[in-house]
């Protein structure tokens, strides 16, 4: 069963950072894919970035791939989300989702696409 676990989230002024986490487990870290999304009060989810964990190769949604960073500790079986130069505009629950990499779709990033999804973490960026 995957199981994925975030963790990282809080309270920061605008302009901070915070380092999300996505522990996973379950299954063959190295075939999946996994990304962040994340879903504000009263807006749909969106996506936020994806890393293919077969060989690290990254997508960033345009308007957020200046300021936040994806990355992986394969050994740990964890994705992490830095996320820098915060603003209000930030403030959402963050989740990490999991699918097989041969299921997703390169350059695009949608929740329908991925089937397994963590409890998701609170950010809020105070102005």
């Known amino acids: 069963e995957v199981q994925l676990v975030e963790s990282g989230g809080g309270l920061v002024q605008a302009g901070g950072s915070l380092r999300l986490s996505c522990a996973a487990s379950?299954?063959?870290?190295?075939?999946?894919?996994i990304a962040w999304f994340r879903q504000a009060p009263g807006k749909e989810r969106e996506g936020v970035s994806y890393?293919?964990?077969?060989?690290?190769?990254?997508y960033y949604t345009a308007t957020l791939e200046d300021r936040f960073t994806i990355s992986s500790d394969n050994a740990k079986n964890t994705v992490y989300l830095q996320m820098n130069s915060l603003k209000p505009e930030d403030t959402a629950v963050y989740y990490c989702a999991a699918e097989a990499t041969h299921r997703t779709r390169e350059g695009v990033l949608v929740p329908r696409d991925f089937g397994s999804w963590g409890q998701g973490t609170q950010v809020t960026v105070s102005s």
């Open positions: 890393i293919d964990l077969s060989d690290g190769s990254t």
């Open positions: 379950g299954f063959i870290f190295n075939d999946y894919t």
